[in-house]
């Protein structure tokens, strides 16, 4: 079941990669809100397939929607490819904070899970917060099997992104080769990580 963490304004705007996460997370918000979508095209091989998704969906239920893509040729040297992607689509996101609108990513209970997997190999294991400037995380309750789940039951589109399986981004190697014996060690580290986001928005607080 998608859970959805506090309230948000009848109008919002949200970040949709085409993906199943963000088009369920799309799908559902759509029905009790009014939503404008936003899309950024990585320029990768499967940038069209999934804006062209997400464009199909927006034209049926005649969204606002609007596209941007990378801004430069090339990701600075020193860069990883991932960080080069967050920068370039946070840089964009944040052109729209005098907006006062909340601004969804679909960031859900399994990204919290890994992230704190990754970061606590380097030293203090990190909570993805729930609001960051005018973006709203507010699925960070929600597993991925849900969204999945909600796509399958409403017949929503998405795209599969093979390059997703890549180990060689560190996102991908935690998700693929390190998960497994995390929750050998730990099989209940879903809540206990769930129970760490809580009680970091409780100490953070929220603006939304």
Known sequence: MIKLQGKLPRKIMIAVSGGVDSMAALDFLRRNHEV????????T?????????????VQKYDLPFQIR????QHKPKGMSQEDYWRQER???IDMFADSHLPVITCHHLDDCVETWVWSSMHGTGKIVPRT?????RPFRQ???RDFQLWADLNN???VEDSSNTDTSYIRNYVRHEMMPYVLRVNPGIYKTISKKVKAH???EGSEF
Not at 37 to 42: L, Y
Not at 48 to 57: G, I, M, N, S
């Open 36 to 43: 404008e979508v936003f899309h950024f095209n990585h320029s």
């Open 45 to 57: 091989e499967h940038s069209k397939a999934a804006e062209d998704c997400v464009r199909r969906y």
């Open 69 to 72: 893509g990378i801004s430069k």
């Open 90 to 92: 946070y840089a964009w």
């Open 132 to 136: 960051r400037g005018n973006v709203v």
């Open 142 to 144: 929600t597993r991925k």
């Open 156 to 158: 929503i589109e998405y």
């Open 201 to 203: 928005d409780r100490t």
